[in-house]
Structure formats: structure tokens, C-alpha cells
């Protein structure tokens, strides 16, 4: 077996390991109904070092994966559920390992964890304004009075939280990870990082268009 097969095969066990610790997190260490109708669980600690590690496009996938698994077992709100949780992991870890991945350094982990917190908060309170009223029932106006009081804050804390657990917990899993075999002193590669980055950037920046058109055509009382 060649050593470019053995680190794909020791990827592949190293993603599906951590895919199923963002389950059982999501799954088990969730705190439910805050304010409500919020839920907090530590999923997107596990995927945003994954994506670290390996990079965005794998942090994404794994997302998707993850937020489908809690669809199937133990959401309630289908598939706008799947679509909001997806919108939120996927803006915080693509963000911040964009930025982690342009130079693996300290600080740029930090300012990433920041860029993705304030991005993720941004989008969800745009795709909560407009789908609240959807899957609740609600006035727009009613969403736009829980901003302050309720969304702002869950969302600040949420992403805090995650940054901070990311920060203490990464080198200790990467240094794990290396010592089992299953992450090459080298984590990726270059080129296919920044393949990745572009994929990502193209992926953010159509969801951010698609998401100000939708607000627009709401303001415009068209939907």
C-alpha cells in the first residue's frame, strides 16, 4: 500500500470518528428550549477543529452530515430545522477555517473564531426573520422584537462558547490524533486548501446574495 493511500485511508477513519463525535454531541450533550424554541449543543466545536485540521470543504460535509443525522433522530422541525442548523454551522466553520488555513498561526485562529461568530450571528438573524414566520406563525415584527432581547444574545453566547472550546480543545485533539497515526505531521495539502478556500468563499458569498434577495423581495412584500 502506498503512503498516498495509507493517508487517505487514516483521513477517511479520522473524519468519520470525529463526524460521529458532532452526532453524539449534537445528540447528547444538547441544552434544549432555550427562550423557547433554542437549543445549544457543542456540534460545531467538533466539526470547526475537523475543519481545522483538514480543511473547510471536510468541515462542511461533515455539517451537512451531521445536521441531517439530528433531522432523522431527534429534531421536530424537518427540514426548515436542517436548513437553519446548516446555515449556522456552515457560516461559523467555513469562516473561521478560511481564515485559520490562509496561516496556521495562533492569532489567525482567533480572528477566524471571531469573523465566523459575527458571520454566523449576521446570517442567522437574517434566515430567522425570514423563516420564523414560517415555521411559527409569527409576525415579522414579532421576530424583529426578539432580536435584542433574545436572538443577539443566544447567538453571541452560542458562538462564544464555541470559539472558546475550540481554542482550548484543538491542540489537544490534533496532538491525539498524530499520536494514534490517523494525522500526518503534515495535515493537508496546499493546493487542495486553497481549492477548498475558493469553493467556500464561492459557496459564502452566493448564500449571502441569495439571502439579502430574499430580505429584499420581503421588504418589497412580495413573499
Not at 437549543?39 to 473547510?56: C, H, N, Q, S
Not at 485562529?109 to 446570517?123: N, P, R, Y
Not at 430567522?128 to 424583529?144: D, E, F, K, S, W
Not at 503534515?186 to 448564500?207: F, H, M, P, Y
Amino acid at each position: 500500500m502506498t503512503n498516498k493511500s495509507s493517508n487517505h485511508i487514516r483521513t477517511i477513519c479520522s473524519l468519520g470518528m470525529l463526524t460521529a463525535l458532532a452526532i453524539a454531541a449534537d445528540i447528547f450533550l444538547r441544552l434544549p428550549n432555550i427562550s423557547g424554541f433554542l437549543t445549544y449543543e457543542p456540534k460545531d466545536v467538533v466539526l470547526t477543529i475537523a475543519a481545522f485540521i483538514y480543511g473547510p470543504l471536510y468541515g462542511l460535509a461533515m455539517a451537512l452530515i451531521t445536521c441531517t443525522v439530528e433531522m432523522l433522530t431527534i429534531s421536530t422541525t424537518g427540514p426548515i430545522g436542517l436548513l437553519m442548523n446548516f446555515l449556522a454551522s456552515a457560516m461559523f466553520i467555513g469562516v473561521s477555517s478560511i481564515i485559520y488555513h490562509r496561516k496556521k498561526t495562533i492569532s489567525r485562529a482567533i480572528i477566524g473564531l471571531v469573523a465566523g461568530s459575527l458571520s454566523m450571528i449576521a446570517i442567522m438573524l437574517l434566515w430567522n426573520y425570514i423563516m420564523t414566520p414560517i415555521y411559527m406563525g409569527v409576525p415579522r415584527q414579532a421576530v424583529l422584537d426578539m432580536f435584542l432581547p433574545v436572538l443577539i444574545p443566544f447567538n453571541s453566547i452560542k458562538a462564544g462558547l464555541n470559539s472558546a472550546l475550540v481554542l482550548l480543545l484543538y491542540k489537544a485533539v490534533v496532538t491525539a490524533l498524530r499520536k494514534s497515526g490517523l494525522v500526518p505531521k503534515r495535515e493537508t495539502n496546499d493546493a487542495q486548501n486553497k481549492r477548498g478556500n475558493t469553493v467556500i468563499i464561492v459557496i459564502v458569498s452566493a448564500l449571502l446574495v441569495a439571502t439579502m434577495l430574499l430580505v429584499l423581495l420581503i421588504f418589497a412584500g412580495i413573499i
